[in-house]
């Protein structure tokens, strides 16, 4: 069986500059006070507990990642920053991203895209070109 060629990156995704560009101008991390404040030994409180929750890490936008609906094998749920939460209301999210409405969609993609970690198909292809 031939594999089957990857379907060409749309125009709209190379509206964003490469990778290290948008990592660079990225402001600096939040300073994590409250989660490097926490004992790092014995049993923790509920209100450390609930501060440890409230300090979520900063993800980026859906411009930065170039978030868009998925046109060929690439997409959300192959790749290894993608999870599905359990619990009461299910709904997928992802390391790197937090879109408003907090819910992945597996359908789409981002130029971050990556089955393994190691191989980027959508940067590897736009800087191919
Ligand atoms: S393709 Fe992008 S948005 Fe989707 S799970 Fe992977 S990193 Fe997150």
């Known amino acids: 069986m031939q594999p089957r ?3 060409p990156v749309p125009s709209d995704s190379k509206k964003n500059p490469p990778a290290h560009e948008i990592f660079k101008n990225l402001s600096a ?3 994590r006070k409250k989660r490097d404040s926490l004992p790092q030994e014995g049993r923790v409180s509920f209100q450390e ?3 440890l929750l409230a300090d979520r890490p900063q993800k980026l936008t ?3 990642v170039n978030y868009r609906k998925a046109e060929g094998e690439e997409k959300c749920r192959i790749c290894i920053h ?5 619990g009461g209301e299910r709904r997928n999210t992802c390391e790197i ?3 408003e409405n907090e ?6 993609v981002c130029d971050f895209v990556t089955s393994d970690g190691k ?3 959508l940067l590897d292809k736009e800087e191919e070109e």
């Open 5 to 7: 060629a990857l379907d």
């Open 62 to 64: 859906a411009e930065q």
């Open 97 to 99: 991203f937090r879109p």
């Open 29 to 31: 991390p939040r300073k």
């Open 82 to 86: 993608f999870f599905t939460q359990g």
């Open 103 to 108: 819910h992945v969609d597996s359908e789409f």
């Open 49 to 51: 507990y609930e501060e």
């Open 119 to 121: 191989k980027y198909p």
